[in-house]
């Protein structure tokens, strides 16, 4: 069965847990498959969840694009939410009751793990796709990817511009509006932003060390 596949999961995840704890982690990605759930139509299905991920199948390329776009729009003014980034494959795959797979959808987790904070990336069956459909669309390049045998062409996908008052937390990794950030750090050119005394104290302190190094 033909189907777009899509990956949309939280960018430092493993970041966000060690300064925020187990909670408000399992808190965010449950908001993630919410909202997802939430943005589906009738081209779309919410596969599963993995983790900090959720597994998209659209009947069409458009249907996922715009999934993907409305799911980078949601969270974009969220505050003290990390950063979303995707992977999208075009291909086919097995169904198995309410499951997908094959290697369609092993090269979509694939194409994930390649974005970093705010990435769109696909492969070309995609990227072509979403050109001619007016986003703006990049070429990556050819790039290795893991237990994938052959290099893969990817693409990036510009589906939502990061609003210039937020910035992204560097210890945890979360998005915030730097008119309410907890404090900022460094001259203008080079500014960061906090959203927590813990991450302020855990990033001065880890600054020391390798000062002292």
Known sequence: MERTFSIVDVAGFTALTESHGDVHAADLAEHLISTSRALLTDQ??????????????????PAALALVKGLFEAF????RF???????HRGIAERRGDDYFGAAVNLA???????MGSQVMATEPV?????????????????????????????????????????????????????????????????????????????VESKSHRAEG
């Not at 974009?76 to 505050?79: K, T």
């Not at 987790?109 to 974005?115: D, E, G, K, L």
Request: one cysteine or more; charged letters at 25%.
């Open 44 to 61: 779309d299905v919410l596969v599963k969840s993995l983790g900090d991920a959720v597994l998209l199948a659209s009947r069409e390329t």
């Open 76 to 79: 974009g003014e969220v505050d």
């Open 82 to 88: 990390p950063l979303l980034r995707a992977g999208l």
């Open 109 to 115: 987790a694939r194409v994930a793990a390649s974005a």
């Open 127 to 203: 990227g072509l796709a979403a050109r001619a459909l007016g986003y703006g669309v990049h070429d990556a390049g050819t790039h290795s990817l893991r237990n994938i045998g052959q290099p893969t062409r990817l693409f990036e996908i510009e589906v939502f511009d990061q609003p210039e008052h937020r910035a992204v937390d560097p210890v945890c990794r979360m998005s915030l509006d730097v008119r309410d950030a907890y404090a900022a750090l460094g001259e203008p050119h080079s500014r960061v932003w906090f959203c927590s005394a813990s991450c302020l104290e855990q990033y």
